[in-house]
């Protein structure tokens, strides 16, 4: 089935022609001048600001002049994940769509419909004649997945907008009303690797993960590369010499990772393969349930010197088993909400240069600098330098705003039951928004989107079509200015 022919026809439109174009995080110049030049062609005012965010405002539908001005919000950048067998070019190539049932996905790679139908949908309203809204500002912000670039930018008096409806939330039946915070951890040290192996050499290739959101899923007991890899390693070197030449595990912070490859010299074989067999035996069983395609591969390999000695590789193997992830703790105020993380997110050791990159998240300050903490103490121990950056804050639930009330008694008569608010542990735009406009309700909702952040990343169409519906009625009701 080709998308043109499902509905909402005029989402399903825009998404394939955002999707033809290349939009890395950090590397979105293409989708702003696509977008750019959309608002201008329908005469709309558009602009876009100093770090490359495009403002698209239009007035209100006759009749609605008198309501609240809203900002529809969502980024235009994407998470960049694909397959190992998939020959793709993010900078280059537009995303290859496919539909199953009732579900979009692409061929092998991430989907873009996070934040992508989001764009989608606000693209549709601006270009609609028919639809019944307020006066709208439409915000497509940039640098969302590697950074939140765009919203820490975002200039204080550039919207006038008083209710904010941000569309990147990933379950139809949920109203987001807060979010956790986030923050870059990024451990790097250099390494003498002159030295020769040990004895025969391995490649141990972790595979097959399912990986997934770093924030939306890490509490689902999916399986991280790096740290199995690190299991694996560790294990076998508590009784055993082993040099390290060469690791390369995960890919960006908000992804959990999926493969992780190291390659190793050894000088008892025969007691690492038997201590080699048990552990990777004991790691596919106990992911049986939740990883059913993990792979631990091993073979014999071969290589140039550039070994680390075997008290550095000791240091590093240790230190890659003694970091947190995964939950570090879970909300005593929100029944059943992370509160804070840390993904180990990509490691890489070529050369002799180490570099480690997590991203820690947490709802409450105070939290996520103790988790920083117990990174930096880990990474002291092993003498590697430790930066953090990126910073952002989380968003503050306020169940009782005004906007979140007129969602929930929307959705209530649409769909005869009520929607879920609740606070996700995901890192949305609407915090840093909200440190530039205060006084701005805001309220996160969309479509389901399932594997986000991964190749297994789809949408599901009916949900569209509900998210489509909903989204429209929610315009009709922004209330009047006060």
């Known amino acids: 089935m080709s998308l043109s022919k499902i509905a909402p026809q005029e989402i399903w439109k825009h998404f394939s022609f955002i999707n ?9 110049e293409k989708i702003i001048a696509l977008i750019k030049k959309f608002g201008e ?19 209100a539908k006759e009749g609605m002049e008198n ?27 537009g995303i290859q769509m496919e539909v199953a049932g009732d579900w979009v996905k692409a ?33 497509f912000t940039i640098d969302e997945e590697t950074g939140m670039t765009g919203a820490s930018y975002l200039e204080p008096n550039m919207l006038k907008g008083k209710i904010l409806l941000n569309l990147d939330t990933e379950e139809d039946n949920e109203i987001g009303i807060g979010c956790a915070g986030g923050i870059d951890v ?65 890919g960006l912070r908000n992804a959990i990772p999926r493969e992780s490859t190291a390659l190793i010299s050894v000088e008892d074989t025969e007691e690492f393969l ?49 970091l947190k992830n995964g939950v570090y703790k879970v909300s005593s105020e929100v029944e ?24 820690a998240r947490s709802s409450v300050e105070s939290s996520k600098s103790d988790i920083c903490d117990q990174l930096k103490s880990v990474f002291s121990l092993a003498d590697i330098n430790v930066e953090f950056s990126g910073s952002y804050p ?15 008694k929307v959705y209530e008569k649409k769909y005869g039951k009520k929607p879920l608010v609740m606070a996700c542990h995901a890192g949305l735009e609407c915090g840093i928004i909200g440190a530039h406009y205060p006084e701005m309700e805001m309220v996160s909702f969309g479509p389901t989107i399932k594997g986000a952040h991964s190749p297994e990343e789809r949408v599901s169409i009916l949900s569209v079509q509900k998210f489509w519906e909903y989204l429209k009625e929610i315009l009709r009701q922004i209330p009047l200015e006060e």
């Open 336 to 359: 059943g909400l992370v509160e804070t993380s840390n993904n180990v997110a990509r490691i890489l050791l070529e050369e002799g240069n180490l570099e480690i990159q997590c991203l």
């Open 274 to 322: 038997t201590i080699y067999k048990v552990r990777s035996q004991e790691i596919l069983t106990e992911f049986s349930s939740t990883e059913k395609d993990l792979s631990i591969e091993i073979q014999k390999a071969s290589t140039e010197g550039n070994f680390l000695s075997i008290k550095d590789s000791e240091t590093i193997i240790n230190t890659l088993k003694a």
């Open 186 to 250: 990024t451990a790097k040290k250099s390494y003498k690797a002159h030295e020769k192996p040990l004895g025969e050499i391995f490649r141990i290739d972790v595979k097959g993960l399912r990986g997934g959101h770093s924030g939306m899923d890490i509490h689902k007991g999916f399986g991280n590369a790096n740290v199995i890899l690190a299991r694996i390693l560790f294990s076998t070197s508590e009784n055993n010499k082993i040099k390290l030449h060469s690791i390369e595990g995960g």
């Open 41 to 59: 062609d329908l005469g709309l005012d558009t602009r876009v600001d100093k770090v490359g965010n495009v403002i698209i405002k239009k007035r």
């Open 394 to 408: 989380g968003w503050k639930p306020n169940p009782e705003s005004k906007i979140i009330k007129i969602m929930e």
């Open 67 to 93: 309501r609240k001005t809203i900002v529809l919000q969502s980024h235009l950048d994407m998470v960049c994940q694909k397959n190992n067998d998939t020959e793709f070019d993010f900078n280059t190539m």
């Open 20 to 28: 033809s174009v290349p939009r890395p995080s950090k590397k979105e």
């Open 107 to 139: 061929k092998g790679t991430t989907l873009g419909a996070d934040n992508g139908i989001g764009v989608a949908a606000i693209m549709a309203i601006l270009e609609s004649k028919s639809i019944e809204h307020p006066p709208i500002e439409a915000l």
